[in-house]
C-alpha cells in the first residue's frame, strides 16, 4: 500500500506499451521472423508476473486472497468483527481496538473512542510513550465505548521489551469492570491462516483446542443494548 500511487502511471505506461507494439506489428506480415521474436519477448515478460500471481488468480474470494498475501494479519476477521459491531451499535456509539487493526472502525462505520487508532506506537517505549498513553485513556473514559476490541497477539498487538503497558492495564480493569465477552477469535499455532471466529452468545462457549491460541476477544458495554 506504500506505493499504491504509482499504479496509475504504470497502467498508463502499460497501456501506451501495448499500443506502440500493436502499431509496430500492424504492418507487418505473420510469417515474419522479426514480429515472431517481439511475441515471444511479450509473452516472455508477462510470465513471470502471471506465474507469481497465479495463487491469488485462482483463489476463491478477497478472504482467501488476503490470506495468501498476509498468512499472518487478520484482516478477515477485522472485517467480520466490525460487521458485527456495526450491527450492533447505534451511529453516535464508538469503539475501542486496542491493536493495530483501525480498519474495524471502519467496517463497523462507527467513531474511535480516542485519535490513537493503532496501537502500534503506544507500546514501543518512546519518550513521549507516558504522555500518549494517558491522553488514550482520557478519550477512552470520555467517550465510553460501547465496544472494546482487545488484540493479543502480533503483529495486531506489539509491545516492545520494556515499554509501558499501563494503558493496557488499565482497560483490562475497565473490561473487568463494565464489559462482558460477546466475541471470540482463535488460530492455530501452527497455521495462522487456520482461524475460527464466534460473536455473540456463543462467544463464552468456543472451546480453545491446545493446539490453538486466542488472537482476539470482543466485548460489550454491560449497559449497552
Given at each position: ?19 506502440a507494439?500493436?502499431?509496430r506489428?500492424a ?10 521474436a517481439?511475441?515471444a519477448?511479450a ?10 500471481y497465479?495463487?491469488y488468480?485462482?483463489?476463491?474470494n ?17 472485517r467480520?468483527a466490525?460487521?458485527?459491531i456495526?450491527?450492533?451499535t447505534r ?12 480498519e474495524?472502525?471502519f467496517?463497523?462505520?462507527r467513531?474511535?473512542a ?10 514501543r ?5 507516558a504522555t ?15 465496544f472494546?476490541?482487545?488484540f ?19 482497560v483490562?480493569r ?8 460477546d466475541?471470540?477469535?482463535v488460530?492455530a499455532?501452527?497455521?495462522?491462516t ?9 462467544a463464552?462457549e468456543?472451546a ?8 482476539m ?5 454491560l449497559d449497552h443494548r
Amino acid at each position: 500500500h506504500y506505493y499504491i500511487l504509482v499504479l496509475l502511471p504504470l497502467s498508463l505506461a502499460s497501456g501506451l506499451g501495448v499500443e506502440a507494439l500493436h502499431a509496430r506489428f500492424a504492418g507487418v506480415r505473420a510469417a515474419s521472423p522479426r514480429r515472431a521474436a517481439w511475441v515471444a519477448l511479450a509473452a516472455l515478460a508477462l510470465a513471470a508476473p502471471l506465474r507469481a500471481y497465479l495463487p491469488y488468480l485462482k483463489a476463491a474470494n478477497a478472504d482467501a486472497t488476503s490470506r495468501l498475501a498476509y498468512p499472518r494479519s487478520f484482516f478477515p476477521e477485522a472485517r467480520q468483527a466490525g460487521a458485527y459491531i456495526g450491527e450492533q451499535t447505534r451511529p453516535d456509539d464508538t469503539v475501542l481496538v486496542v491493536g493495530n487493526e483501525p480498519e474495524i472502525c471502519f467496517y463497523a462505520r462507527r467513531r474511535s473512542a480516542t485519535g490513537h487508532i493503532g496501537c502500534f506506537y503506544l507500546f514501543r517505549g518512546y519518550r513521549d510513550e507516558a504522555t500518549m498513553q494517558r491522553s488514550a485513556w482520557q478519550e477512552i473514559v470520555r467517550n465510553d465505548p460501547a465496544f472494546i476490541v482487545r488484540f493479543y497477539t502480533p503483529p495486531s498487538l506489539q509491545v516492545a521489551p520494556g515499554a509501558s503497558t499501563w494503558l493496557l492495564d488499565e482497560v483490562a480493569r475497565l473490561i473487568a469492570r463494565r464489559y462482558a465477552l460477546d466475541g471470540l477469535g482463535v488460530v492455530a499455532s501452527g497455521d495462522p491462516t487456520a482461524r475460527r471466529c464466534v460473536f455473540g452468545a456463543g462467544a463464552g462457549e468456543l472451546a480453545v483446542g491446545p493446539e490453538e491460541q486466542v488472537f482476539m476477544r470482543l466485548f460489550r458495554r454491560l449497559d449497552h443494548r
